[in-house]
């Protein structure tokens, strides 16, 4: 495993973190007999940065990893979670939610302490409840030890952030999609100029740079000077910037957790080809022209007040758009969203209240969003597809 120093700490950290919000799961919850195995395994192997949050799995990653890192493996990791600012009411709650993590995990400090998700509106908020104080506290009692945050809005308050405190590390969306949204590449090199550690988050867009790629995608990788799978392209251009710390990869699949592992061992900074990356500039061009919603299906939005599941809906629409197929798209459609396979979810049961936009990190207009995909897959086409859909899967239907 390649490990990347901590300018302001001069720890040493893998340059593949494991991110425990995508966990496996079994019948709606972490599945923790394999994902224990996984998250041993990525240990085992060389990765020693663990990044997690409250709000993970419906507020059970943090409980899960208090178990999973028993037997010795707590003490072999660099620990990290979050506090978040929707949670806080007051001063007294950071200390609060504070204790509850600690409790959760399992141990006696959290290694790399996070505010969760900062934007304007919330870095204000926490400002004004006193937050810099309380990171003064948490680090003179020892339950954190090093002070970041992650972040979902403007290069302007970025900046803004980065220079109010004395920060350890941030955390920053980043991927060939996203040189120039939120931090991009300029608050990239902004925190790094202030000695600051830069992890990155959704370095495969929430795996719709890894997963079935538009033909025209498939076509520049096939062609490249050497053959690569999608994610290592990926997971090499971010790896590829000497400003990048720690790359987190949300990690479900044995396969793909030994593919990041071999992968993140060797991409060093500097060591792309200016002919490779012209093969990553070609790949965004393409996704850019062909994809309709910016999801990376993080899930913030989640549970929908009304039942939908946005994330599904925004990843079969760009898959509709994106990807061969289309027909089996919508029959996709009908199975998770209309019914097909337990209870409906689709676009249409949007009732507009609002609530997903301000939890989105990504600022979509989600129930405009959703509408679109309501009137693409909502109508007859899908539902006249219906009595077929239920027909062939209705031993899984029994099952479930």
């Not at 925190?191 to 719709?208: F, Q, Y």
């Not at 997963?211 to 251009?237: H, M, N, S």
């Not at 790896?239 to 987190?248: F, G, R």
């Not at 990356?277 to 990376?296: E, F, W």
């Amino acid at each position: 495993m390649q490990y990347r120093t901590v300018p302001k700490n001069g720890e040493n950290l893998s340059a593949l973190g494991f991110g425990a919000m995508r966990l496996p799961t079994k019948r709606l919850k972490i599945d923790e007999e394999r994902a224990t195995r996984q998250l041993r395994y990525a240990i085992d192997n060389g990765v020693n940065y663990v990044d997690t949050a409250v709000p993970y799995h419906g507020g059970e990653s943090e409980r899960f990893l208090g178990r999973a890192l028993q037997d010795g493996y707590r003490e072999r990791v660099n620990l990290a979670t979050k506090l978040p600012p929707f949670m806080v009411k007051s001063r007294v709650d950071m200390d609060r939610i504070l204790d509850i993590s600690l409790k959760k995990l399992q141990t006696t400090h959290i290694d790399y302490y996070l505010l969760h998700g900062l934007e304007a509106s919330g870095w204000k908020k926490m400002l004004d409840l006193g937050v810099l104080g309380f990171l003064d506290s948490a680090r003179a009692s020892g339950k954190i030890r090093n002070a970041g945050f992650s972040f979902h809005g403007d290069r302007k308050t970025f900046r803004e952030i980065i220079d109010a405190y004395d920060w350890v590390f941030c955390q920053v969306q980043y991927n060939f999609l996203d040189e120039d949204t939120q931090a991009g590449t300029e608050g990239l090199r902004y925190a790094a100029s202030k000695g600051i550690a830069v992890m990155v988050m959704e370095p495969l867009r929430g795996g719709t740079l890894a997963g079935k790629l538009p033909d025209g995608v498939v076509r520049i990788y096939r062609d490249a000077p050497v053959q690569r799978t999608p994610a290592e392209w990926a997971l090499r251009f971010v790896l590829d910037h000497p400003e990048v710390t720690v790359v987190l990869s949300g990690m479900n699949d044995e396969a793909h957790i030994s593919e990041n592992i071999r992968t993140c061992s060797d991409a060093l900074p500097g060591s792309m080809t200016a002919e490779e990356h012209d093969v990553i500039s070609r790949a965004a061009g393409v996704y850019r022209q062909m994809m309709k919603v910016p999801c990376t299906g993080c899930a913030y939005c989640m549970p929908c007040p009304f039942g939908v599941n946005i994330p599904n809906c925004f990843q079969l629409y760009n898959q509709y758009y994106m990807v061969p197929g289309r027909l089996m798209t919508r029959i996709w459609y009908g199975v998770q969203l209309m019914g097909g396979m337990g209870v409906p979810a689709y676009a249409g049961l949007c009732r507009n209240c609002g609530k997903c936009m301000k939890a989105c990190p990504q600022h979509i207009a989600v129930p405009d969003e959703l509408r679109k995909v309501s009137k693409k897959f909502d109508g007859l086409r899908t539902k006249a597809l219906m009595p077929l859909v239920r027909l062939v899967f209705s031993d899984k239907i029994k099952e479930e």
